[in-house]
């Protein structure tokens, strides 16, 4: 089985962007410690990234077979109204991610769209944050 790792515009370049806000871990980094955590109930790890919402639902909707997804919009959070709708397509739980704390943040950060969608919200904790949701979804979907 497998877990989709979905991550929106300008999370490629983690490591390098803006540290202070988001840390100094890459991607890459991110994606191995998904990997990490679903190990042991034999999932693999879809990671993709794109900065386009068009390539995030086209991701989305070539995976209706995975178990679960993780995903981080980025700003897309703020008026993704097409990533919504994929997501809301979504046959399977889905976590929603950010590595900073959006709520302490400039106000045009504090409303997601996609939130209301999602099995959980994990914000602040920064790339902790995909562990634990990894977790979440290792012990809830059946
Ligand atoms: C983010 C928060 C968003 O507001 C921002 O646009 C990002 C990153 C986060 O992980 O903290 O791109 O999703």
């Known amino acids: 089985s497998d877990v989709l790792l979905l991550n929106g515009p300008n999370l490629g370049i983690l490591?390098?962007?803006?540290?202070?806000?988001?840390?100094?871990?890459?991607?890459?980094d991110i994606e191995r410690a998904v990997a990490e955590e679903v190990a042991p109930r034999g999932w693999r790890v879809i990671a993709r990234q794109h900065d386009c919402e068009g390539a995030l639902i086209g991701a989305i909707q070539s995976s209706y077979d995975t178990v679960g997804a993780i995903v981080n919009p980025g700003a897309l959070m703020?008026?993704?109204?097409?990533?919504?709708?994929?997501?809301?397509?979504?046959?399977?739980p889905w976590m929603e991610v950010h590595l900073s704390n959006v709520w302490a943040r400039e106000s045009f950060r504090h409303e997601s769209v996609l939130a209301p969608l999602a099995s959980g919200v994990i914000v602040g904790l920064g790339a902790l944050g995909y562990r634990l949701a990894a977790r979440a979804l290792v012990s809830t979907v059946a």
């Not at 490591?15 to 890459?28: F, Q």
């Not at 703020?78 to 399977?92: E, F, H, K, Q, T």
Request: charged share 30%; aromatic share 10%; net charge neutral.
């Open 15 to 28: 490591g390098r962007r803006e540290p202070e806000i988001y840390g100094t871990d890459t991607l890459a």
């Open 78 to 92: 703020i008026a993704g109204w097409s990533l919504r709708d994929a997501l809301a397509n979504y046959p399977r």
